[in-house]
């Protein structure tokens, strides 16, 4: 195994020294102040008046300690004190800027010191001293990233011992180790605060795309049901027109052979439509759903769904327009059944919002439109909740909407003055020319 000399040495050292000299000199982010994200303005303000405070204590006690124990001249011990502690400003929005000052300041500060004599107090490094770097580390911790804290963190180390050198003979005291433990200690704190942080910032991105998943999931499972129920309607109807097609050569005579090859074109075109028909239904139907193979309610089920509605505590009335049943019998089944499903939807939510509250369910027409109106009272005082009491669709408003817009309708929603809520929906009723087969 060849031995590694220093030549061989030399260009990882120099990688290693680069990657330092760039974690220190780069910072990781932008100019944005502390906390200057925050929606409320006491918080963006926060920084600063924090430093304000700080620095209205730490450069008087920062002056008096330079003068009294180490006999420093004012204007030297007063221009050391304030390069040490207003990088704090600056540490607010360019902190790796501010601690490559505040780094200087310290070796200088120690290095002028070490030729005076000492009358108490520490050196290298004095209380305010400490105080203002460490603040300074927190700031830094805040904002910049893993890499950059570490190479801060292995160039306090090389500070401390450097400034312990040119301090020579005189040898650093205790504030030498506690320097870089509170220094490491502070960095480690600050990663974690902003880590969790990160993490909090995240965690609410994740949750709002969640919540827009959720909604356009639930839109896309309403279409998907309306779909199907729209397929049993028109497998319906095209069932029908294969039996008369097929039919009328037998129960109608004299049948030019002509026209019962027409008819038996139709059949087959019929029959093959509702097998493709079942093919899509097949693609639609979950696996929940499966079996919904019963006929669609209308508008003539609306009375037992209020009967229901009573029984799991909501008295409802219910009004109908008389002759709107034989009415609605002409329109596409698409009109009552989601004038059903309305009502349904609307009962629901009163059970669940609203339990106990009375309710009154309306259906009129306006000219060639069907009027569909829920509005319940404000709930009993000290009513508790009931929870899936009505079989519903379970998509809220936002299936509302897709039944309203599936006939071109109109929608109203919103709470009442007095507490209550309103439904009311406008659904076009086109009466054929002819009858239905």
Do not use: C
């Not at 009375?358 to 509005?375: F, K, N, Q, Y």
């Amino acid at each position: 195994m060849k031995n590694l000399t220093a030549a061989d040495l030399r260009p990882y050292a120099l990688r290693l020294l680069g990657t330092f000299r760039h974690h220190l000199t780069t910072p990781s982010g932008g100019h944005t102040p502390l906390l200057g994200k925050s929606p409320r303005r006491w918080v963006r303000r926060l920084p600063y008046a924090v430093v304000l405070i700080m620095l209205s204590s730490l450069i008087p006690a920062g002056i008096a300690t330079l003068v009294g124990f180490f006999g420093l001249v004012l204007p030297v011990a007063g221009a050391l004190t304030v390069a040490q502690t207003v990088p704090l400003l600056l540490a607010i929005t360019r902190p790796l800027a501010a601690w490559w000052i505040s780094a200087g300041t310290l070796v200088a500060t120690a290095t002028i010191t070490a030729r005076y004599e000492q009358h108490g107090g520490t050196w290298p490094w004095t209380a305010p001293m400490i105080l203002s770097y460490l603040f300074l580390l927190i700031a830094l911790a805040l904002r910049e990233s893993r890499a950059t804290l570490l190479s801060v963190w292995l160039a306090t180390i090389a500070l401390t011992a450097l400034t312990t050198t040119l301090g020579l003979p005189r040898s650093g005291d205790g504030t030498t180790m506690l320097l870089i433990a509170l220094s490491g200690a502070v960095l480690l704190l600050g990663w974690a605060v902003r880590d969790r942080a990160e993490a909090r910032r995240l965690l609410s991105e994740q949750e709002q795309i969640s919540e827009v998943e959720r909604e356009r999931r639930t839109l896309l499972e309403e279409r998907a049901r309306i779909a199907r129920e729209l397929h049993d309607v028109v497998a319906h109807h095209m069932s029908v027109i294969a039996v008369q097609a097929a039919s009328a050569p037998y129960r109608i005579t004299g049948v030019p052979d002509e026209a019962a090859e027409e008819f038996t074109a139709i059949a087959g075109t019929a029959r093959e439509s509702l097998a493709e028909m079942r093919r899509l239904l097949g693609v639609l139907r979950s696996e929940e759903s499966g079996g919904e193979r019963a006929p669609q309610p209308g508008v003539g089920q609306l009375a037992q769904l209020v009967e229901t509605v009573g029984r799991a505590g909501v008295p409802a009335e219910l009004t109908v327009e008389p002759g709107l049943v034989d009415l609605l019998d002409l329109a596409p089944q698409a009109v009552g059944l989601s004038a059903y499903r309305i009502v349904q939807e609307a009962l629901a939510n009163v059970v669940r919002h609203a339990p106990g509250a009375r309710t009154w369910v309306s259906l009129t027409t306006d000219g060639p439109a069907l009027l569909v109106t829920v509005v319940n009272a404000p709930p009993p005082q000290r009513t508790e909740s009931l929870e899936a009491s009505v079989e519903g669709t379970g998509q809220g408003l936002v299936g509302m909407r897709e039944r309203v817009r599936l006939v071109d309708g109109r929608l109203d929603t919103g709470p009442l003055p007095d507490g209550g809520f309103k439904v009311a929906a406008v659904l076009p009723v086109d009466r054929p020319d002819t009858d239905t087969p």
